[in-house]
C-alpha cells in the first residue's frame, strides 16, 4: 500500500480480554516499530522488528505484552488479559532501515486507539 | 537510555508570529528527526538533521542541529492556525541504537 496501515483505528475492550492489534508496513521496509501514547504523554518504545526478528524488546510494559512479524511484512501486537492502564493509542512505523549508522525516515500509521473498559 | 528534552511544553501565540521548539539529548545523536501530530492522528515527517552544524528549511519551518549533536531547534516564521498541533523531537544512536526515542512533545497554538 501507499502507507502504513494499522487496524482496527479503534477497539473497545473489557478489561481481562486479550487483544491483537495489526500493522501492514509499506511494502519492502526491513524495519518495524511498534510505540505507545497515552494521553498528554509522548511516544514510548515498545519494540522494534528487523526482518522477522526483534532485536530490541525493552519496552514492553510486561509479559502480558508481546509481537510477532511474519514474512518480513506484517505485524501483530497482542496484549492478553487488558487492563485498563493499557488504553492508549498504539502506534506502528516503518522505514527502509533501523536507525543508527544508517539513517532513514520512519513513516507511520494512523494508530490504532484502545480502550479498556 | 538516552533522554530527550523538548522546551516549550506548551506554546500559544498569535498568528504572524515567529516561534522555536528546542530538542535537548542527553547524548550525542546520530540523527534527529521532527514529526508533528494533530490530535487523533499518526505522525507527519518534517525534517532529519545527520551532521553536526546541518540546517534545513521546508517552506516556514526551519530546523537546526548544533555541532555537538546534541541540541536542536524548530523555528517557525509567521506562523498561521495550519501549523498548530504537537510537534515531536525524535533521536537515534548510542543506546538508542536502532530505534528512535521521542521527547515528550510541545502543544502548538496559534490563534488567528
Known amino acids: 500500500g501507499a502507507g502504513v496501515s494499522q487496524s482496527p483505528s479503534n477497539k473497545v475492550t473489557e478489561k481481562g480480554k486479550d487483544v491483537e492489534l495489526r500493522c501492514d508496513p509499506i511494502s519492502g521496509h526491513t524495519a518495524l516499530y511498534w510505540y505507545r501514547q497515552s494521553l498528554g504523554q509522548g511516544l514510548e518504545f515498545l519494540i522494534y522488528?528487523?526482518?522477522?526478528?526483534?532485536?530490541?524488546k525493552s519496552g514492553l510494559p510486561s509479559d502480558r505484552f508481546s509481537a510477532e512479524r511474519t514474512g518480513g511484512s506484517v505485524s501483530t501486537l497482542t496484549i492478553q488479559r487488558t487492563q485498563q492502564e493499557d488504553s492508549a493509542v498504539y502506534l506502528c512505523?516503518?522505514?527502509?532501515?533501523?536507525?543508527?549508522?544508517?539513517?532513514?525516515?520512519?513513516?507511520f500509521g494512523q494508530g490504532t486507539r484502545l480502550t479498556v473498559v | 537510555s538516552q533522554e530527550l528534552e523538548q522546551s516549550p511544553q506548551s506554546l500559544i501565540v498569535q498568528e504572524g508570529k515567529n516561534l522555536t521548539i528546542n530538542c535537548t539529548s542527553s547524548?550525542?545523536?546520530?540523527?534527529l528527526y521532527w514529526y508533528k501530530q494533530k490530535y487523533g492522528e499518526g505522525l507527519i515527517f518534517l525534517m532529519m538533521?545527520?551532521?553536526?552544524?546541518e540546517e534545513k528549511s521546508h517552506e516556514k519551518i526551519t530546523a537546526k542541529l548544533d555541532e555537538k549533536k546534541q541540541q536542536s531547534s524548530l523555528h517557525i516564521t509567521a506562523s498561521q492556525p495550519s501549523h498548530a498541533g504537537i510537534y515531536l523531537c525524535g533521536g537515534a544512536g548510542g543506546t538508542s541504537y536502532g530505534k528512535l526515542t521521542f521527547g515528550q512533545g510541545t502543544i502548538l497554538t496559534v490563534h488567528p
Open positions: 522488528f528487523q526482518g522477522n526478528s526483534a532485536p530490541d
Open positions: 512505523a516503518s522505514s527502509l532501515a533501523i536507525f543508527g549508522g544508517r539513517n532513514t525516515e520512519a513513516f
Open positions: 547524548k550525542t545523536l546520530y540523527g
Open positions: 538533521l545527520q551532521k553536526g552544524g
